[in-house]
């Protein structure tokens, strides 16, 4: 294998080779919510549920129904419901043991 010429090290090695993020790109990560959320949430009949076990092994899961499937119960809060599959309830365990997860809604234009 041949090796590479340079690598990242540091955070501060990686923004200085990429840059800063502009205000735009900033200001996209809210701690909540909101109507456009919502809405989009509302449209999405399949997601992507990542998680990792404590371990920092990651499993990544679809997830799909009618649009709408998902509830957005307040500001912070959703319910995805578990449906019957496979039974190995490999994200149910990862988040009993790490309660961090990603989520990634889709959804066609219509």
Known sequence: MKSFQHTIGSEEELLTMIGTPSP???NKVIPFIDAHCRSFLAKAPFLVL?????EGL?????RGDHP???HVLDDHHL???????NRRVDS???ILSNPYVGLLFC???T
């Not at 990542?50 to 404590?54: A, D, F, R």
């Not at 990651?58 to 679809?62: G, H």
């Open 24 to 26: 735009l790109a900033k």
């Open 68 to 70: 709408g499937f998902v």
């Open 107 to 109: 959804h066609s234009r």
């Open 58 to 62: 990651c499993d990544a899961s679809p």
């Open 50 to 54: 990542s998680t990792s076990n404590k």
């Open 79 to 85: 319910l995805i419901p578990e449906r019957p599959g």
């Open 92 to 94: 149910l365990r990862n």
